[in-house]
């Protein structure tokens, strides 16, 4: 049991998640009892989906078979043929039309350096999550752009490629946002099969948006329940007012 266990319960419930929300950290020391990741994965974002069975620790080394994440994810200590490495994917990148020189500069990089990435369930996160990763299906989507609505007044981006931009983007802007992925992503990731996107809330807000998902997951069950109601009546050839749509819930 941690701080963020009835967080993540509540998260689950409300939307019915497959996998639990994952939280990452950042940190300049490795919190004590939790194990450093000890094998390789071709990308950073397979960590994601690693943390759902317990809490890790990565560096850099990790995380260096993936020069983009390294770099959106500004992580000190990466070894030397990081530089080449990620000059050498960007051009490829660039060749295909992909990602252009010109939009390098709007991909989002996070603004301070760590030495450690955390990854966990967020029911078992050792440390404070600066993000919390939750994938959700279309429906689920609605619910959680309507929390961060409410939360934010405002809407949340919708991002594409790289993925694992979406962590910075949160982090740096203290705003959810949703990243419908990569192709890269959804090849390394069992969990991105095509129905699912990614949402990535901060951290040190997740109980707003919490409260928020709780409440209007709800209202959506009983809406949902009134539009079926609404549906069957009109098609059965009934002109129902809104208050008697209403009434027959009761």
Not at 9 to 13: G, I, N, W
Not at 66 to 73: A, D, P, Q, R
Not at 92 to 104: A, Q, T
Not at 110 to 126: C, F, H, K, N, T
């Given at each position: 049991?941690?701080?963020?266990?009835?967080?993540a319960?509540?998260?689950?419930?409300a939307?019915d998640?497959?996998?639990?929300?994952i939280?990452?950290?950042f940190?300049?020391?490795?919190?004590?009892?939790?194990?450093?990741?000890e094998?390789?994965?071709a990308?950073?974002?397979?960590?994601w989906?690693?943390?759902?069975?317990?809490?890790?620790?990565?560096?850099?080394?990790?995380?260096?078979m993936?020069?983009?994440?390294?770099?959106?994810?500004n992580?000190?200590?990466?070894?030397?043929?990081?530089?080449?490495?990620?000059?050498a994917?960007?051009?490829?990148?660039?060749?295909?039309?992909?990602?252009?020189?010109?939009?390098?500069?709007q991909?989002?990089?996070?603004?301070?350096?760590?030495?450690?990435?955390?990854?966990?369930?967020?029911?078992?996160?050792?440390v404070?999550?600066?993000?919390?990763?939750?994938?959700?299906?279309?429906?689920?989507?609605?619910?959680?752009s309507?929390?961060v609505?409410?939360?934010?007044?405002?809407?949340?981006?919708?991002?594409?490629r790289?993925?694992c931009?979406?962590?910075?983007?949160?982090?740096?802007?203290?705003?959810?946002?949703?990243?419908?992925?990569?192709c890269?992503?959804?090849a390394?990731?069992?969990?991105?099969?095509?129905?699912?996107?990614?949402?990535?809330?901060?951290?040190?807000?997740?109980?707003?948006?919490?409260?928020?998902?709780?409440a209007?997951?709800q209202?959506?069950?009983?809406?949902?329940?009134?539009?079926?109601?609404?549906?069957?009546?009109?098609?059965?050839?009934?002109?129902?007012?809104y208050?008697?749509?209403?009434a027959?819930?009761?």
């Open positions: 049991m941690t701080a963020y266990t009835e967080s319960r509540a998260l689950q419930r939307l998640l497959p996998q639990p929300p939280g990452v950290a940190a300049d020391t490795a919190p004590d009892g939790v194990p450093h990741f094998h390789r994965v990308a950073g974002c397979v960590f989906e690693r943390a759902a069975q317990g809490p890790i620790v990565t560096s850099a080394r990790d995380h260096d993936c020069s983009i994440g390294v770099y959106t994810h992580l000190a200590g990466a070894p030397p043929k990081h530089g080449p490495e990620l000059e994917v960007l051009q490829v990148l660039n060749g295909l039309e992909y990602v252009r020189s010109e939009d390098i500069a991909i989002p990089v996070l603004r301070r350096s760590a030495r450690y990435v955390i990854y966990a369930p967020l029911a078992e996160m050792p404070p999550p600066d993000a919390v990763l939750v994938f959700c299906n279309a429906s689920q989507s609605l619910v959680m309507e929390a609505q409410q939360v934010e007044a405002g809407v949340a981006p919708a991002m594409g790289p993925a931009a979406v962590i910075p983007q949160v982090v740096n802007s203290s705003r959810a946002a949703l990243s419908l992925g990569c890269g992503a959804r390394y990731l069992d969990t991105m099969t095509d129905d699912i996107a990614l949402w990535a809330l901060p951290g040190p807000q997740l109980a707003q948006y919490v409260g928020r998902l709780t209007l997951a209202a959506n069950k009983v809406l949902s329940i009134f539009h079926q109601l609404r549906k069957q009546d009109v098609a059965a050839g009934s002109e129902p007012t208050a008697e749509s209403l027959r819930m009761q």
